[in-house]
């Protein structure tokens, strides 16, 4: 059995450094036409606050977070209790069930996990490296899918972890093959660094992106935490990416370097899934990996050690 877990949670802990998606600023007071959408944003802020490093918040904790003030923010906490977004313990929130349920609807019925997720899972078996899928959202990327673990709690792999792309292999894959127009946001933003390894300078990484399109994979050499490694190839046909697939790792940048062919061919299998067999070459890992690479031969023990069942 193979170890896919799933959270709501956002942000992420990288190198030591808790990162997550700024707040869109102070309370504000909106006419009362937009009642219903103001209430939808603090309710969205109040849920932001929990990341994978705040996975329990006390209330004054949430108005720190969310920017809110306290008479929204303890009314809106109610109100997502009530309806078990929200749990709580004594004075503490945590996110409730009924969000794991309703991302569980989305993720069965989303056409992109269908196809992806039996060839993310061999390659996971062919490889033994933990496999994500990844979506750009904004300036961000956004862990769609994953199978394996790090074995280190420390860093953000989860379902819905969410780094800056100019950080990630994923992140430069999507971007080598996307708008440019997201490319020059991220540019103007600055490429603030997670890591002393992290690319800050325009021209460095607008050189990176451009040798992404040339070998069609994206590499990440500890530019979004200490010692780790991965390779991320985009998920394309002719245009732009609409995801990336990676293989991540502590150390062994040459084995990632070879194991870049069998990440390439698990994306061009799922774009013929999506799009039909005319469209790619199908994935076909179960080719022996190089002799240097373990290949899992107990997957459920690997599971069973876990703490991480979601």
């Known amino acids: 059995m193979l170890k896919r877990g799933f959270t709501v949670h956002q942000g992420a802990v990288a190198g030591g450094r808790t990162w997550s998606a700024p707040p869109a600023g102070g309370d504000r007071t909106f006419p009362s036409s937009d009642s219903a959408s103001s209430l939808l944003k603090k309710a969205e802020r109040v849920l932001a606050a929990f990341d994978c490093a705040h996975p329990q918040l006390s209330l004054t904790e949430v108005i720190r977070r969310s920017g809110l003030s306290r008479s929204s923010t303890h009314r809106i906490l109610d109100q997502l209790v009530q309806l078990h977004w929200l749990d709580r313990e004594g004075r503490n929130y945590r996110l409730g069930i009924r969000l794991v349920e309703h991302g569980g609807r989305a993720a069965q019925h989303n056409r992109l996990l269908r196809a992806a997720v039996p060839r993310l899972d061999r390659l996971h078996e062919a490889t033994g490296k933990m496999v994500q899928l990844h ?45 440019p127009a997201d490319v020059k946001r991220v540019l103007e933003a600055g490429l603030q660094p997670l890591t002393p390894h992290t690319v800050t300078r325009p021209f460095l990484f607008r050189t990176e992106l451009a040798l992404v399109r040339k070998e069609g994979v994206a590499f990440d050499w500890e530019g979004s935490c200490q010692g780790l490694v991965a390779a991320a190839a985009p998920l394309r046909g002719a245009g732009r990416a609409i995801a990336a697939v990676s293989l991540s790792s502590w150390g062994g940048h040459r084995t990632i370097e070879r194991l870049a062919p069998l990440l390439q061919s698990c994306v061009r299998s799922i774009w013929s899934e999506l799009y039909g067999l005319g469209r790619a070459a199908r994935f076909t890992p179960l080719e022996a990996p190089p002799a240097t690479v373990p290949v899992p031969m107990d997957s459920m023990n690997r599971w069973a050690r876990s703490n991480n069942w979601m």
């Open 135 to 179: 979506v750009l959202d904004g300036m961000d990327v956004v862990c769609h899918d994953r199978v394996g673990t790090l074995d280190d709690h420390s860093v953000a792999t989860h379902i819905g972890a969410r780094l800056p792309a100019h950080c990630t292999a994923a992140g430069k894959a999507l971007l080598g093959f996307g708008d």
